[in-house]
């Protein structure tokens, strides 16, 4: 199989495996500037150099095509191509067009903006930038360097203008925090190309080698994943593919477990880390952060308890067994984060634990939490019951026979209670926690305990598969029926389609015995990534992607849903 084609810049950033850079027009949410920029992920999402093609001295439109190797410029007067040179520089070489790289920002003041001058040490032109905490080197390899605005403050322009009389220039950048050696080439820019479309086909490789006509969109999903993993640094403290290069460029604590499960059978130790690292940041309680990146660990809210059902769900992908020292650190960890619900979100008196946000469940706006923010919701109970399943038979795995007695009383009650609080006979509800007011919604969220499967009784399946099929519309599952008058179709969680729903309610119903339905949940999620791409959500009835169009769940979903598609035919 061929790898990915050439994919639309500006909904897709070109970037490499742990790379903090990224070059796209996208500079911040809902920012799409006219020229390419290079951008940093340290500290934020900061648009570092633009980068501006010039033809005989005046900006010039291009034609800009990017590969997972390289990207170029490209027009009926010359060329320019980049590509990562490992994850710290790019090599930049261009014919007949010249290339300005600039500071993004033009104002210099005593707390932001980018200082730029020339390196009397190296003899490269450095910008150093407030925002990211790094500097910006570049040096010439082949052709002329002219320089503007160094050493200038206040708003001013300061950059470069790389070009050569004739022939083919060459400049590389690199990123570095105080100091750097003189950089010295060892080898061609071809051969930097063709080293990262070596990494990334063994990559390709290794996560998606069922992939076949059947599965247009895999190179292109796990191009998306490739791409967005970074090295460790500040609080990210092992290798981690961020939900995006784009602006939503963090570690939020339940979307890692689906890039997890897509990384599983090729890559056991990157999805290993994947599924461990909002556990670095588990606090007393057990409680996992809502979020984590470069420079920020959040705690305002929390995420669902979904990590024993990805538990489970790693454990069946990873090519070997978890050896007992990890079993053991998984069992701790996922044992203070149940025992966070039980402890910590019970009222006094209460069977059930609660969110105190929409927030906190993953689905932030879903009509679930119109009647009230403090929701005992089926959903969590749900998860509870998956988890504390899962460490039950951990238990037993490690010889914790009290324990595995302790789980298993934990999630006979957590289930009874769903049954006996939460089920009216026809359908799940939720309660209010203060006023124990029941109400109901057109809300997949309500739906979300078909994730226990065979612990359901079959008039509860059914009835729960009959009430999914409502929502498959032609996209996938909306997250908001349709004709709901709350339905919005860019609502975020009141409509739209989105990854991890699919992949939940798709294994709940396979575990249910409903496998036609869920073939046809699993067939149109593939199908709406393979016409509208890796957006964060899709709007229900058009396809059309949403929001962050480079998404690495949505990427990871696709991956599970079609390697386990091909699987079945096989």
């Not at 990915?4 to 490499?16: G, H, N, T, V």
């Not at 880390?273 to 952060?289: C, E, K």
């Not at 923010?373 to 009290?402: I, P």
């Not at 869920?518 to 067939?523: F, H, L, Q, R, T």
């Amino acid at each position: 199989m061929t790898i990915a084609p050439s994919f639309p810049i500006a909904e897709i950033p070109f970037s490499c495996a742990g790379s903090w850079l990224n070059v796209s027009p996208v500079v911040a949410e809902k920012r799409v500037e006219q020229y390419l920029h290079l951008v940093s992920h340290h500290t934020g999402m900061h648009a570092v150099l633009s980068l501006v093609p010039l033809l005989d001295g005046h900006r010039v439109d291009t034609a800009v095509t990017a590969t997972p190797a390289v990207l170029s410029w490209i027009h009926d007067g010359g060329r320019i191509d980049l590509a990562f040179d490992g994850p710290d520089a790019v090599r930049i070489t261009g014919t007949s067009l010249a290339l300005r790289l600039a500071a993004s920002q033009r104002t210099l003041t005593p707390f932001s903006g980018t200082y730029f001058y020339r390196d009397p040490v190296t003899g490269g032109h450095v910008f150093t930038s407030y925002e990211t905490g790094r500097r910006y080197r570049v040096t010439a390899l082949t052709g002329t360097v002219e320089a503007f605005g160094a050493e200038s403050l206040g708003t001013h322009d300061r950059g470069v203008v790389v070009s050569a009389e004739r022939g083919a220039w060459e400049v590389v950048v690199e990123t570095y925090r105080t100091s750097a050696a003189p950089y010295h080439r060892t080898r061609s820019f071809d051969e930097v190309v063709h080293d990262r479309s070596r990494q990334f086909t063994a990559f390709l490789d290794a996560v998606a080698p069922w992939r076949d006509r059947s599965t247009p969109a895999a190179e292109l999903a796990a191009y998306v994943l490739w791409s967005a993993t970074v090295a460790p640094s500040g609080f990210v403290g092992r290798p981690a593919v961020l939900m995006s290069k784009h602006w939503m460029n963090k570690v939020w604590s339940w979307d890692h477990c689906f890039n997890a499960l897509a990384l599983a059978a090729g890559d056991a130790d990157l999805a290993w880390h994947q599924f461990l690292l909002p556990f670095d940041h588990q606090d007393a309680s057990g409680a996992l952060p809502d979020s984590v990146t470069h420079s920020e660990v959040l705690h305002n809210f929390v995420k669902p308890p979904i990590h024993g059902w990805a538990l489970g769900q790693l454990r069946r992908r990873l090519p070997r067994p978890l050896d007992r020292d990890q079993l053991a650190d998984a069992y701790r960890k996922l044992a203070a984060w149940t025992q966070f619900w039980l402890d910590h979100r019970r009222a006094a008196g209460h069977r059930l634990p609660h969110y105190q946000h929409g927030n906190d469940s993953g689905w932030d706006n879903a009509t679930t939490f119109d009647a009230g923010r403090l929701v005992k919701s089926a959903d969590l109970a749900a998860f509870l019951v998956v988890q504390l399943r899962q460490l039950a038979d951990l238990a037993v795995e490690l010889g914790d026979r009290e324990g595995e007695s302790r789980w298993r009383e934990n999630a006979g009650d957590v289930l009874d209670a769903l049954l006996d609080e939460l089920w009216d006979g026809e359908r799940f509800t939720a309660r209010d926690v203060t006023t124990g007011a029941r109400h109901t919604t057109d809300s997949l969220l309500d739906l979300m305990p078909i994730v226990l499967g065979e612990h359901l009784r079959p008039e509860q399946q059914r009835r729960l598969a009959d009430r999914v099929e409502r929502h498959l519309v032609h996209s996938g599952l909306a997250t908001e029926l349709p004709a709901s008058p709350h339905y919005e179709a860019d609502g975020y969680w009141r409509g739209p389609v989105w990854a991890p729903a699919t992949v939940l309610v798709e294994d709940g119903l396979r575990r249910s015995g409903f496998t036609e339905l869920a073939d046809s949940v699993s067939a149109r999620f593939r199908a709406v990534c393979e016409k509208s791409g890796f957006a964060e959500n899709f709007d229900a009835l058009t396809g059309e992607g949403l929001r962050d169009r480079a998404y690495t769940w949505t990427a990871a979903a696709y991956l599970v849903l079609a390697g386990d598609a091909v699987a079945r035919r096989r």
